[in-house]
Structures are given as C-alpha cells and as structure tokens.
C-alpha cells in the first residue's frame, strides 16, 4: 500500500521561511512527477509547483521567484522552500506523487499571519 506523508507545515509570520517535506513509501516504481498543491478555505485546490522527471519545473505565478521545489524521484522525496511568505500563502499543502498511479498526502496547515 503506497503512502504519502508531509511534513514541516506550521504557524509563521509574513516575510517567514517554511520548508516542507514529503516522502512516499510502499512503490516499486519512481516517481516521475511530484508536487505540491495548496487548497484555501472556500477555494479550490490549486499548483504550487511541480517537477517532471526528464521536463524540468513548473510554479504558480503567485509563488515564482519566492517558493523553490526539488526533490529526488529514485527515492520518491519532494521538498518545497517557501521563502518570503504572505498571508496569502495561508492553506492546506498537500504533497502529490505520480508513481504508476496518482497518490496524495493527508495535507499539512501552512498558516502565515500579517
């Protein structure tokens, strides 16, 4: 059974750093594309930023330049730096990986506050 656990989510000020983890564990098979979504209250649930293997990276508009993904698929580990944080980064993240199925993680609060 393939799970996906997040981590380092938490409670920071405006201009904070947030560095989130997500590890998948129960596949044979690498991951050949991870990412990070974010849902906010009363929004639908939306890129943050993703990394295809062998297709680079891809970010929202609203977190280039200030969010920074990476992350190793051979181990199925995916990492997202958040730097320069706005209350509106406030959400749920969750951690997607794409391993001969599409898997999620349970979410982890990112709240950042003015």
């Known amino acids: 059974q393939v799970q996906v656990v997040e981590s380092g989510g938490g409670l920071v000020q405006a201009g904070g750093s947030l560095r989130l983890s997500c590890v998948a564990s129960?596949?044979?098979?690498?991951?050949?594309?991870m990412g990070w979504y974010r849902q906010a209250p009363g929004k639908k649930r939306e890129l943050v930023a993703r990394?295809?293997?062998?297709?680079?990276?891809n970010y929202a508009d609203s977190v280039k330049g200030r969010f920074t993904i990476s992350g190793d698929n051979a181990k199925k580990t995916v990492y997202l730096q958040m730097n320069s944080l706005k209350p509106e980064d406030t959400a749920v993240y969750y951690c997607?990986?794409?391993?001969?199925?599409?898997?999620w993680g349970q979410g982890t609060q990112v709240t950042v506050s003015s």
């Open positions: 129960g596949s044979f098979f690498s991951a050949d594309v």
């Open positions: 997607y990986e794409r391993l001969a199925g599409d898997y």
């Open positions: 990394i295809i293997t062998g297709g680079g990276t």
